[in-house]
């Protein structure tokens, strides 16, 4: 068995030149991808940058600001980005914290990584996947994030808890 420590006072600087207010830890790496956390101080910042590989950004904690190509959305705990490969992205906070997990696929050409084994039964009721699952013959299962709340959008609480 293999535990690997990341979190306060397991980081280090992180992240492509430019990178300001950012640290974090790699959790795992091989030819197949890498995982990793990063914690992003106020006012901080991933520099604008691309790679060949699909990218997911998962915010665990607080919240803060994604870009992808042109487009830029506030993200929040429990919301997860895709990077497609290739396409110039970034992430940043302003007034708040935040932490995520980086989940990158190697090699992966921008399509679903091939990976060995198989998918379980999808749990729910009946045949039906949850939402945003992968269904046994590896296919995606129909999904969407939930519709925001308006107000809170509205705000000057960016990324904070409401």
Do not use: C, K, Q
Request: hydrophobic share 35%; no cysteine; charged share 25%.
């Amino acid at each position: 068995m293999e535990v690997v420590r990341f979190g306060v006072g397991n980081r280090r600087p992180e992240g492509p030149a430019g990178t300001v207010g950012l640290t974090g830890r790699t959790i795992h790496a091989d030819g197949r991808g890498l995982v990793a956390e990063l914690a992003f101080g106020r006012n901080a910042r991933i520099a604008p940058h691309s790679n060949p590989n699909t990218t997911w950004f998962v915010v665990i904690e607080g919240g803060g600001w994604v870009g992808v190509g042109e487009e830029a959305s506030r993200v929040n705990a429990g919301e997860a980005v895709l990077w497609p490969p290739d396409v110039p992205h970034t992430a940043w906070t302003e007034h708040s914290e935040m932490r995520a997990i980086v989940v990158e696929f190697s090699g992966d050409g921008g399509g679903t990584p091939e990976v060995e084994g198989t998918a379980g039964p999808a749990l729910g009721s009946g045949d039906e996947p949850p939402a945003g699952g992968s269904l046994a013959d590896g296919s995606l299962a129909d999904g969407s994030l939930a519709e925001r709340d308006r107000d809170r959008d509205a705000t000057a609480r960016e990324g904070e808890p409401y």
